[in-house]
């Protein structure tokens, strides 16, 4: 790209010369991929491409903080997950794809950074306990457990993350890597990077019973649904309970059927019309339902046809993790010299 300046001298367009920031983010693989993580994440992870230096990899290790008792699908999980990556435009040629657990430099900046951690500074972070109620059936009381946003402090401090794109609840997560990569530099110089959160902007978007979309609670659309799923889910999904015939008018505000035609129907001139009839009791769930369904295939229709190419091709997947998790494990290398020359373990 080069443009014209007012001297109509021909220069180099200033991207180009300046090295992108980096920005850095994981997912843990303990299912497969649902609409939540498009809208939460991985909606937002694509278009980051363009501008950034982007690093995301498979969190295996966070998932051992609560499955440790079950590992087996682990690995299944973290390679369907990244199918799901590449289908939704995650690009192996831009973008570094890697596995946190073949890159076990993060183990070690995990280690010292917990030197300077004190403990109640983790025990304050509002998931720890919340997590811990909410999954009451799992033993939560490890340290692996309590060192969950420390581990991920390591893994954006590792590659000088500048931004970290994230959903809402994982702000307090951030807030604690800032303040352990001030605390780190305090003792040692200046060596690791303080990451930002960069909010996802969309919204977060309900299961189909309304509840928060979760797969323990089967009511998620997955990514790897086929058209019939979708039909059949978008069919079966909570709308306002008030109206139980179609001449009743209802609410479109806080009602998920209307906030799934917001997030993935792009036709605006028809939800504000499904919206205008559903207020006066003008229009049969049916419709408004089928029409939603219809756009959500239209959305979903380009990332499947990828993911089929993606599966015509197993080992592909693979190949692209195993490269990603050298170079990144190249630069984790670097950053972990530096590491130990700040805290002079130098021999
Ligand atoms: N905690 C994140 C989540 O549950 C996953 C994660 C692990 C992560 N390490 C990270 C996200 C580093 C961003 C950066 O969504």
Redesign the pocket.
């Known amino acids: 790209t080069r443009f014209r300046n007012v001297t109509g001298v021909q220069t180099c367009a200033l991207p180009i010369l300046t090295p992108r920031a980096r920005v ?5 693989p303990t299912g497969r991929l649902h609409l939540g993580h498009l809208v ?2 991985l909606g937002n992870w694509v278009p980051l491409q363009d501008q950034y230096d982007c690093f995301y ?1 498979v ?1 295996d290790w ?1 998932a051992l903080t609560s499955e440790y008792s079950n590992t087996d699908p682990i690995t299944g999980y973290a390679l369907d997950n990244v199918a799901d990556w590449l289908a939704a435009g995650v690009d192996p040629e831009r973008s570094t794809i890697f596995v ?1 657990s073949l890159v076990p430099e993060h183990a070690e900046l995990f280690l010292l950074l917990s030197m300077v951690v004190p403990i109640p500074w983790l025990e304050r972070v509002p998931t720890y306990k919340e997590q811990q109620e909410q999954l009451s059936e799992k033993d939560l009381s490890t340290l692996g457990f309590l060192g ?2 420390l ?2 402090t390591a ?2 401090a590792m590659y000088d ?1 500048r931004f ?4 809402d ?2 702000v307090p ?2 807030e604690l890597s800032r303040e352990v990569v001030r605390r780190f530099n305090q003792f040692y110089g200046d060596v690791l990077v303080e ?1 930002q959160p960069l909010l996802t902007p969309v919204s977060r978007l309900p299961g189909l019973d309304n509840r928060k979309m979760s797969k323990s609670y089967g009511n998620t659309i997955d990514l790897s649904d086929d058209a019939d799923a979708v039909t059949k889910k978008v069919r079966q999904m909570y709308t306002d309970p008030k109206r139980i015939r179609a001449d009743i008018p209802g609410t479109v505000e806080g009602n998920p059927v209307f906030m799934y035609h917001d997030a993935f129907n792009t036709d605006t001139a028809e939800v504000d019309d499904l919206k205008a009839r559903y207020r006066e009791g003008k229009v049969g769930d049916v419709e408004v339902k089928t029409k939603l369904a219809k756009a959500m295939n239209a959305m979903l229709e380009p990332m499947r046809e990828r993911r089929r190419e993606v599966a015509a091709n197993p080992g592909r997947v693979r190949e692209i993790v195993v490269e990603g998790s050298r170079k990144a494990r190249t630069i984790a290398h670097a950053t972990m010299e530096r590491v130990r020359d700040a805290v002079k373990l130098r021999y």
């Open positions: 850095v983010s994981g997912m843990r939460g994440a990899f969190a966070h946190q969950y946003p581990l991920q893994d954006v993350a970290v794109p994230v959903g609840d994982q997560h951030l990451p």
